[in-house]
């Protein structure tokens, strides 16, 4: 268990929809990870939070957004569901950045 | 752009077996090259690591070695376990763990009884 939590856990939707994915760091991290592990693009990275900030950027759709709220946790918001959207989204939280990361057990979306 | 290329299998041993899973990089400057294992149902894990040429990453009884001449970081171990099953990354960043990895297709290890 990497201390890195994620909800849900499934998600089932229609194309066209919006999905929020919650990702709760491990204590004490202040940096988050979003990451995208599809059958056809394989393990990228989305978007990366350092204490709030958004830091860097990643292959990121602009129909995805994401945030890290004051409390720490992240959420990585979908919109305009597309079937290719179907895919794991991983969380990663690390002490900093240049640290290493540690992964939550991800996301399952599938978009119908 | 950086890449890494892995080769994909699914890779099939018996246990105790020896392993090997090669992996080969292309970057623009130099990289610290990472090796993670997702096992069934669950997130990544970092197995390995090595930040400059010649270093060799160790956990586990897996190794890899840095190898700048040839570009390649292959993961070895000398005799899997059944337990070992599961999908394997290699992965680079140019700043140490930084925030823009590049991560290889996967390589799945099957290891039967």
């Known amino acids: 268990d990497s201390g890195v939590t994620q909800t849900p856990k499934h998600l089932i939707t229609a194309t066209g929809q919006r999905v929020t994915l919650r990702c709760s760091p491990r204590?004490?991290?202040?940096?988050v990870y979003w990451y995208q592990q599809s059958l056809d693009q394989g393990l990228q990275f989305l978007i990366q939070?350092?204490?709030?900030?958004?830091?860097a950027k990643g292959n990121i759709l602009e129909r995805f957004s994401a945030q890290q709220f004051p409390d720490l946790h992240s959420e990585l918001n979908l919109s305009s569901l597309e079937l290719g959207d179907s895919a794991l989204y991983f969380c990663?939280?690390?002490?900093?950045?240049?640290?290493?990361?540690?992964f939550g057990p991800g996301t399952r979306l599938t978009v119908t | 752009g950086d890449s890494v290329t892995q080769m994909e299998g699914p890779v099939t041993l018996s246990e105790e077996a020896f392993l090997t899973i090669n992996c080969t990089y292309t970057?623009?400057?130099?990289?610290?090259l990472f090796w993670y294992v997702q096992y069934p149902g669950e997130g990544l894990q970092l197995l390995l690591k090595?930040?400059?040429?010649?270093d060799k990453g160790s956990n586990k009884g897996f190794e890899a070695t840095y190898r700048k001449e040839t570009t390649s970081f292959h993961l070895e171990k000398g005799s899997v376990q059944v337990s070992d099953s599961a999908v394997y990354f290699c992965?680079?960043?140019?700043?140490?763990?930084?925030?823009?990895?590049?991560f290889g297709p996967g390589t799945r290890l099957s290891v039967l009884p």
């Open positions: 970057a623009t400057g130099y990289p610290s």
């Open positions: 090595a930040t400059k040429a010649d």
């Open positions: 992965a680079l960043s140019e700043d140490n763990y930084g925030q823009n990895f590049v």
């Open positions: 990663a939280s690390s002490v900093a950045p240049l640290y290493e990361q540690y």
């Open positions: 939070y350092y204490n709030g900030e958004e830091r």
């Open positions: 204590s004490g991290d202040l940096s």
